[in-house]
C-alpha cells in the first residue's frame, strides 16, 4: 500500500508544537518516526525535548539546578552561557545526581528553562531514592563529611566559586513535598562537622603493575587483580630507581598509606611505602610433610568435624 504525502510527512518531518502548560519553553521539538517512538534533534535553546512514548514521566520527580550570575557583565542565561562553562555545569550535575555510587541516569529527562541558567532534571524513583538523603542533609553546613564523596566535592567546588566570585551563586531547587531549597553563595560555608569521612589508612594492594615512573611526578600504574580497577599510586623517584628487579607488567604486592572513606572504602591519595616481599608459590613436599602430620595428630579422632562442634558448643 502506498503511503499518502501528509502520511510520509508526519513520519519524516520534524514539527515544532507549542509548549502548552510548559511557559518555560519556546516550544517542544517532536519528530516522529515509522516505530511510533520520537527521537531526539538537535535543538535551539528554549526548547525541551519531549519523549511522547516514555510514560515514567509522570512519576518522576523534578528538580531544578540553577546557575546565577554574570559573563563580561551580561546575565547567565541559556543563550549568553559561554560552551566551557555550559559542559563545565551540566557535568556537575550529572556527577551530583550519580554520587559515587555512579547511577545509570538514562532515565533521567532534561529540559534547559529560560531565566538564568536553569537545568530542569526529571528523577526517576530509584534515583531520587539514592539522593534524597544528602538533599535534606544539605539543611545544614556541617555536613560535607556526612554527604556522599562525590556530591560533597561538587558543593565544596560550587561553594569556592561562589567565593571567588560574588555574582555566582548555585540553587538545587527540589519541587516536591518535603525537600527544600539548597542555595550555595558566598557567604555559606558548607564544612565538614565532627564526621570526618576521609580517615589515614596503611593498605597491601596487590596487581599487575601496568606503567610506572613520570618525568616530574613518579607514579605507579597499579591494575588490581580483583575488580580490574587501576589506581594511580604516588612514589618516589629515588625508589623507583633504585629498584634492581624489572616491576613493569609484572604481579607485585604493593605496601601503600593512603586515605581511606569510612562509608564507601574508596581510596584517594595513596602512595607507595614499598614493594613488599611476595612469593606466590609454595613448597609442595613441605605442604605433604604438614598435612601427614596432621592427618597423624588427628588419626584417634573418628569425626574431626563433630569434636569441632562439641568444643565449640554446637
Known sequence: MRSSQSQRDCITQPK??????????????????PNGVASR??????????????QAMSEATTIEF?????????????????????????????????????????QVHVEIAQASYVLRVLLPAVVLASLEPDLKLMAREDVLGELDFKRAEIVQKWQARAKGNPELSYEVRPRGEG?????????TEYR??????????????????VDMGGTQKA????????????????????????????????????????EQHYKTGDLRNIYLIAFADYQPTYNEEALDRFAAKGAEAWADVPDAAKWVREVRGG
Open 41 to 54: 534533534l538537535p535543538k535551539p535553546l528554549g526548547m525541551a525535548y519531549v519523549d511522547i512514548s516514555d
Open 192 to 209: 565538614v562537622g565532627e564526621i570526618i569521612p576521609w580517615v589515614a589508612v596503611e593498605k597491601h594492594l596487590f596487581g599487575q603493575i
Open 16 to 33: 515544532v508544537v507549542p509548549s502548552a502548560g510548559l511557559p518555560w519553553v519556546t516550544g517542544i521539538i517532536v519528530h516522529p518516526n
Open 179 to 187: 525537600l527544600a531549597k539548597v542555595r550555595i553563595t558566598r557567604e
Open 219 to 258: 607514579n605507579v600504574h597499579l591494575k588490581l587483580d580483583q575488580g580490574g580497577k587501576t589506581f594511580l599510586i604516588g612514589a618516589a623517584q629515588g625508589y623507583l630507581h633504585d629498584q634492581v628487579e624489572n616491576r613493569l607488567y609484572h604481579k607485585a604486592l604493593l605496601h601503600v598509606r593512603a
Open 66 to 106: 540553577v546557575l546565577h550570575g554574570k559573563v563580561d557583565g551580561q546575565e547567565i542565561t541559556p543563550r549568553s552561557i559561554g560552551l566551557s562553562q555550559f559542559n563545565e555545569f551540566n557535568q556537575q550535575v550529572e556527577t551530583f545526581i550519580g554520587g559515587s555510587q555512579r547511577l545509570k541516569l538514562d
